[in-house]
């Protein structure tokens, strides 16, 4: 390959949506430039911020947590640590742990490790075995996301900050769009109003393709959990990933694309979707549901029934 637009080096990466070539220094520049832009629009800088990080292990998640130490680590008003949810999947969770530990311990970040078993007495082996009319990943999405909410309470975390980056993205938008659901496209986060008992997302990470993210970690240096889950091909996303994949291939330029017409479109479906009035159920967690059940405690109860009958 030809050597970088900004140096000498020999470019590491063409950047098809935007033509630049860039070696890996002048990449990692421009991927750090970009999330410190996300930051300085999702953090409040200059207040006492507590930015919990849910680090599954894998690139995404570690990158991120690597990414905002780099960049808010110095100040004084910031205090970080990491979460990782161990869903109880054999063979698969247990070596990320590990990892992130080991990340965790280089970063001189704190790390809170959450299981599926002690939160809700199933692990996610058992889930996928039980009676059960949704996907194993649906089961393990509301499981994780309610266990994340109430560990980054319990930690007094102001901010959870999560490593979806741009392809998931785009995913996410595209998926939404698909499926009518508009009141949940206009929850997608970041987040930009606090509610009670929801700890507010960040992604720091929205604006960097997923092929990016991996060669930040390549060039850092970075030890990441590269297993994928024995559930993965149950996962609903993965349609969208290929055609989302597809379009970008065609048409480069496309994830952006999707994220700016989100972007611009948000203010508005916010007011037709206002954040709902949110109930507490008993186990303490917020819910919108008129019952005042959260959907966790739905499915719990659904699966703790089938192992009853
Ligand atoms: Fe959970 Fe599905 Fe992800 Fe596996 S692939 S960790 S089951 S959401």
């Known amino acids: ?27 990692c520049e421009f991927i750090v430039k970009r999330v410190k832009r996300e930051l300085r629009k999702q953090v409040d800088i200059g207040r006492d911020e507590r930015i919990a990080i849910a680090v599954s292990g894998g690139k995404d998640s570690t990158v ?3 990414l905002v130490k780099e960049i808010l680590g110095a ?26 530990a080991d990340n965790c311990r280089a970063l001189d970040m704190e790390h809170i490790v959450v299981s599926f078993e002690e939160a809700y007495g199933f692990t996610m082996d058992q889930v996928a075995e039980a009676e059960r009319n949704m996907s194993t990943c649906t089961y393990c999405g509301v499981m994780r996301r309610a266990a994340l909410n109430r560990a980054a309470k319990t930690w007094e975390a102001t901010r959870l900050a999560t490593g979806l980056n741009l392809d998931d993205t785009a995913q996410s938008i595209l998926m939404n769009i698909s499926r009518g659901d508009v009141e949940r496209l206009a929850r997608l986060g970041p987040h930009r109003r606090c509610q009670p008992g929801l700890i507010p997302r960040i992604q720091p990470l929205r604006t960097i393709p997923e092929s990016e993210v991996a060669l930040y970690a390549l060039a850092k240096g970075i030890r990441y959990h590269n297993l994928e889950c024995p559930y993965a091909s149950e996962a609903l996303r993965n349609d969208y990933r290929a055609v989302v994949a597809q379009l970008e291939d065609k048409y480069p330029g496309t994830r ?48 703790k029934q089938d192992r009853v009958s």
Do not use: Q, W
């Open 1 to 27: 390959m030809s050597s970088c637009d900004k140096c000498s080096e020999p470019a590491a990466i063409l950047i098809r949506y935007s033509g630049a070539r860039l070696c890996k220094n002048h990449l």
């Open 256 to 303: 952006h694309s999707m994220l700016k017409s989100f972007d611009e479109i948000l203010d508005a479906i916010e007011r037709v979707y206002p954040p709902a009035n949110l109930r507490f159920c008993g186990c303490g967690e917020p819910t919108v549901s008129p019952s005042g059940m959260c959907k966790v405690c739905e499915l719990v109860a659904s699966l």
């Open 64 to 66: 991120a947590a690597f």
């Open 75 to 100: 100040r004084r008003d910031m205090e970080f640590c990491a979460i990782t949810i161990d869903e109880g999947i054999d063979g698969y969770r247990g070596s990320a742990i590990t990892i992130v």
